[in-house]
C-alpha cells in the first residue's frame, strides 16, 4: 500500500549540474501532475501526463524536462540546475473518470548552490 | 495572471473559534472547488470539495461556502482545534476532455495556527 513515492526526499546540487527526481505511484492513475511549491507561490503547475507517453506543459515549464514510458513512473529532469530551481517539488496522481481528486507524494526538497 | 485569489495568507484563530478562509476566482468554466490542508513537511491532501451546483457542503466541523453569482468560495471550520494548524490551498479545477482537463489551479495558500 506505498500509494505515491517521491525520491530522493531531499537534495543539494550546484548549479549547472542535470538532476532527477523520481515519482513512483502504486494505483495505476493515467493522470500525474508535477508541481513546485515556494513562499508566496502556493503550487504552480510545472508539466503534467494524461497516460504513458502523453505529457504537456503546465504553468512554469522552462528548465525543466518529462518523460513517461511507463504508467507507475513520471521522472522530472532539470537539465542545468539554476538557483531559482530551489524549491519543494510534489508529485500527484489522479485516476481516469469523473473524480477529480489528486493525491499528492511527500515532496522533494531540493538545494541548488 | 492569477486565477484564483486566497486571502488571508496567515491567520491565528484560538482553540474553539472559527476559522474563515476565502478565495475568488475568475474562470467561470471551473467546475470544482476543492480544499487542501497542508502539514508541515508533508504532501497536501484533499480535505473537502464542492461543484458549484451547491451552495454549502459539510464534512463534520469543515465546511464550505459557495457563492457562484460573486465567483467565491471559503472554507469555514468550526471548533477550531490546534490540530488544525496548517496551511490550507483552495483550489479549482475545469472538467472538460482533451488537453490540460481536470487541472487545479491552486490559491497561494493559508498558513493557520490555532493556540491553546
Known amino acids: 500500500d506505498a500509494g505515491i513515492t517521491q525520491s530522493p526526499r531531499y537534495k543539494i546540487t550546484e548549479t549547472g549540474r542535470q538532476v532527477t527526481l523520481m515519482c513512483h505511484q502504486t494505483?495505476?492513475?493515467?493522470?500525474m501532475f508535477w508541481y513546485r511549491q515556494d513562499l508566496g507561490h502556493g503550487l504552480r503547475l510545472i508539466y503534467y501526463?494524461?497516460?504513458?507517453?502523453?505529457?504537456d506543459k503546465g504553468e512554469v515549464p522552462d528548465g525543466y524536462v518529462v518523460s513517461r514510458s511507463k504508467t507507475e513512473n513520471f521522472p522530472l529532469t532539470l537539465e542545468s540546475a539554476t538557483r531559482s530551481q530551489t524549491s519543494v517539488y510534489f508529485c500527484?496522481?489522479?485516476?481516469?473518470?469523473?473524480?477529480?481528486?489528486?493525491?499528492f507524494g511527500p515532496g522533494t526538497r531540493l538545494t541548488v548552490t | 495572471q492569477q486565477q484564483v485569489k486566497q486571502s488571508p495568507q496567515s491567520l491565528i484563530v484560538q482553540k474553539g473559534g472559527i476559522s474563515i478562509i476565502n478565495c475568488a476566482y475568475e474562470?467561470?468554466?471551473?467546475?470544482?472547488f476543492p480544499w487542501y490542508q497542508q502539514f508541515p513537511g508533508k504532501g497536501p491532501a484533499l480535505l473537502i470539495a464542492i461543484r458549484p451546483d451547491v451552495s454549502e457542503k459539510k464534512e463534520g466541523r469543515f465546511t464550505i461556502s459557495f457563492n457562484k453569482s460573486a465567483k467565491q468560495f471559503s472554507l469555514h471550520i468550526m471548533d477550531s482545534q490546534p490540530g488544525d494548524s496548517a496551511t490550507y490551498f483552495c483550489?479549482?479545477?475545469?472538467?472538460?476532455?482533451?488537453?490540460?482537463?481536470?487541472?487545479?489551479?491552486f490559491g497561494k495558500g493559508t498558513k493557520l495556527s490555532v493556540i491553546p
Open positions: 483550489a479549482a479545477s475545469r472538467g472538460v476532455s482533451g488537453a490540460g482537463s481536470y487541472q487545479l489551479t
Open positions: 500527484a496522481s489522479r485516476g481516469a473518470g469523473y473524480s477529480y481528486e489528486q493525491y
Open positions: 474562470n467561470t468554466a471551473f467546475d470544482y
Open positions: 501526463s494524461a497516460a504513458a507517453d502523453i505529457t
Open positions: 494505483w495505476s492513475h493515467s493522470y
